[in-house]
């Protein structure tokens, strides 16, 4: 019976570290979108002369931030 009792605490244990671990890793990688490829996005828009895109593209940016700060 204390056999069972292990076996299902650790199920769910196992079970609640895993998903602490995907909501961590999906943490990091928002965050490490947001600081290297967001501004090499628009430098390479700038650089190749899509300034007509790359503005917009930061407007776009710049309200899903603030509206997500809200959130």
């Given at each position: 019976?204390l056999?069972?009792?292990f076996i299902?605490?650790?199920?769910?244990?196992?079970?609640?570290?895993?998903?602490?671990?995907?909501?961590?890793?999906?943490?990091i990688?928002?965050?490490?979108?947001?600081?290297?490829f967001?501004p090499?996005?628009?430098?390479g828009?700038?650089?190749i002369?899509?300034?007509?895109v790359?503005?917009p593209?930061?407007?776009?940016?710049?309200?899903?931030?603030v509206?997500g700060?809200?959130?």
């Amino acid at each position: 019976m204390l056999t069972l009792l292990f076996i299902i605490l650790l199920c769910t244990t196992t079970w609640k570290l895993f998903g602490f671990a995907l909501k961590a890793s999906w943490r990091i990688l928002k965050i490490v979108l947001a600081i290297l490829f967001l501004p090499l996005a628009v430098i390479g828009l700038a650089y190749i002369g899509l300034f007509f895109v790359a503005i917009p593209f930061l407007i776009l940016v710049g309200l899903v931030t603030v509206i997500g700060d809200f959130l």
